[in-house]
Structures are given as structure tokens and as C-alpha cells.
């Protein structure tokens, strides 16, 4: 599978991926002490809408478009469509001329006080990010594959963070990568939240890897997944969050008995729904 952020900009993974992302931010600022981001895999971190890869797939209209013309969007998307808004548009008349990408939104959410360091492997894609950053002080972009940045820039000093890893999923051997990534990461920061992105296409990949985080994965570790549509092995049909500590905001308990983020994503499935078969699902793969 090639993921390349620039044509599914916007899409129903990215409203998920990026509506949790911001959910969790916004719970780590509940507390006065600085807290460090590190996105893995951050691409360019902004994307033109208009541009040639974004109109030539034009998922961004079945995904962010739509959250921004519902009559009433789940309360929890607030911090993700405030941050779309303030960041997307308007430009030459349009309301929504781009998309930001994570280090776009991790910046845009941060405080003054805290600190994000963005990698990207791709020397152009590196050099453009770095030059949107380049007047945030709080921002380090380095051109550096993101595993091992995991390495490198962990355990944070300041003892509070989270890791956002996205990769694009080209490696045949990128789940067989995650689930050492993760070992590292939990290694070097136990205490620190860890967001991995993945795809569901094939159910058989997808489920082992599931079964081994749950099998070998650490402490707190819970599976987060939305479909749009029923499988299909030959295309994309939804997506996957694992969240390692993940913040209360997204695990408390509503009235109904669903999970804060049970609930957002039973909405975005039927919201965001393009077939029979759209759902969503949590699982926790280790106590």
C-alpha cells in the first residue's frame, strides 16, 4: 500500500486520526506543565486543496468537508473543525482551500510553553516543512527517518508527551516495524501517550497485528477502528488507531456506557459513511 498524505488530505482517516489527535492535545493541557509532541512521519504538514494531488483524488470532499456542513457536528469535534477553520481558509472565496496535516494542528493546539519536534524522510517534503515551521520557536523539523527518531528524541526532559507515528505503509514489513517501534518507544517513555495510525484494507493483516500487540504489546494499549464501508481487501475501507495511556478524555464513559471515543466514532462512521457496512469499534488489547 502507498499512502501519500497529499492525495487523501482531508479524507475520512484523516477527520478520525485528526479529531482524536486533537481530543488528546486538549487533555494534556488540562495541566500547567509543558508537554512535548513528536510526529514521526509528518509529512509536509499543510496541503493545497486545490493542488494536483488533492483534485485528483478528491476524498477530502467525503471527509472534512462533509464534518464542516453538518447541521451538528458531534460535540467532540470541536478542537479538530475550530483548528481546520482557523488554519484551512477562507482563500479566494473558498471556505476550506487547505487542509492541515498533524504538525499543523499539533502546532496550531500547543501552547507557548511546550515543544514539538516534526520528522520527515523525504528531503523535499522535509525542506517544505521546515520552512512553514521556520518562524516557531517551539518547533524542531529535522529531514530524519521517524523510527529513528524514536531513538533519538526520547524519553522528552520534560516527562510529559505524546507520539503521533503515521507512517505511509510503502515497507511490506511496516506492522512487523510499528510493533517494534512501539517496544522502543514504551521502553524509553512508559508514562507517554503513543498514537499509531494504520490502515484497514485486508482484515487478515490488519488482525495480526492487532493480535500481536495484544499478544506482546504494552500496558494500556487499546485498538481504535471506523469503517465507511463494508471490507473490501482491494481498497481502503477505514482506519485504525492504537493508543497506548490513552487520555481520560477519550476512554471516559458516557451515559449510554461508550467511551468517549466509542461514541465520536460511531457518529464520523455514519456521518462519514459511503456504503452499506460503516461502523466503529474499540478493543482493548491489554488491560
Known sequence: MNYRHAYHAGNFADAMKHALLALAIEHMKKKDKPFFLLDTHAGTGMTDLAGEEAQKTGE???????LLDAPEPHPLLAPYLDAVRALGGPENGNAL?????SPAL???LARAEDRLVFCELHPADAATLRAHFRRDARVK???????????????????????LIDPPFEQRDEYARLVAALAEAHRRFATGTCMIWYPLKDPAVSGEFLERLAADGPPKTLALEMQVMATDPMRMTGS???????????????????????????????????????RAREEWLTA
Do not use: C
Request: hydrophobic share 45%.
Open 97 to 101: 482551500a487547505r487542509y492541515p496535516g
Open 141 to 163: 523539523a529535522h529531514e530524519m527517518d521517524g523510527y529513528t527518531a524514536l531513538k533519538a528524541m526520547l524519553p522528552p526532559k520534560e516527562r510529559r508527551g505524546l507520539i
Open 240 to 278: 485504525g488507531m492504537i493508543l497506548v495511556n490513552p487520555p481520560f478524555a477519550l476512554t471516559e464513559k458516557g451515559a449510554d456506557g461508550k467511551s468517549a471515543a466509542l461514541s465520536l466514532l460511531d457518529w464520523l462512521a455514519a456521518t462519514l459513511a459511503q456504503g452499506p457496512g460503516a
Open 60 to 66: 477530502y470532499l467525503n471527509g472534512i468537508a462533509r
Open 106 to 108: 499539533m502546532a496550531h
